[in-house]
């Protein structure tokens, strides 16, 4: 079984931002306003809180949603989010977690070939929950589910897991 003892510290983390950054990278591509940037936080934590209620969940999934219930792996996720995205841009926000997504689809493919698949699905599954939790372009909601700019940044982070769209 595949867990934190398998990957370094630095490689972990990178699992652990991972998470973050899946929802991150569509928030930036349509910003939605504090409404929808509320909607979308919570999707993430949804699907953080799926994993923990799901016996059935892949071990390595399970892990790392374990490992954000301390405060070590929540400080170590912020502060590689800190450094990474500081002062950046929503472009360059969206850029920096697709290439996140696309080192943690190679270290996955690397260290834990049996778990890949389904810790990327995963990632692609929270991705998706941020793109429909909150309507674009519209007042109070009115706008599109799914705006082209999520819709694009969808198929970005499929293609950085090396997923099929």
């Known amino acids: 079984m595949v867990d934190k003892t398998n990957f370094t510290s630095d490689e972990w983390t990178l699992l652990l931002e991972s998470v973050m950054m899946a929802g991150m990278a569509v928030t930036a591509a349509e910003p939605s306003g504090l409404w929808g940037l509320l909607k979308e ?14 016996n059935n969940s892949d071990p390595l999934v399970k892990a790392v949603v374990d490992d954000f219930g301390t405060s070590t792996g ?3 996720a912020r502060d590689g989010l800190k450094a990474k995205l500081a002062g950046a841009s929503p472009s360059e926000i969206k850029a920096r977690c697709i290439e996140t997504l696309s080192q943690v689809s190679t270290l996955l493919d690397t260290k834990a070939p049996a778990d890949a698949p389904a810790f990327k699905a995963w990632l692609r599954q929270i991705s998706q929950g941020v793109a429909e939790a909150a309507s674009e372009g519209g007042f109070f909601s009115s706008g599109v589910q799914v705006s082209d700019a999520e819709k694009a940044t969808l198929t970005e982070i499929s293609s950085a897991l090396k997923l099929a769209a």
């Not at 936080?41 to 799901?54: N, Y």
């Open 41 to 54: 936080s919570f999707a993430s934590a949804e699907a953080l809180a799926k994993v923990k209620l799901d």
């Open 74 to 76: 929540r400080s170590a």
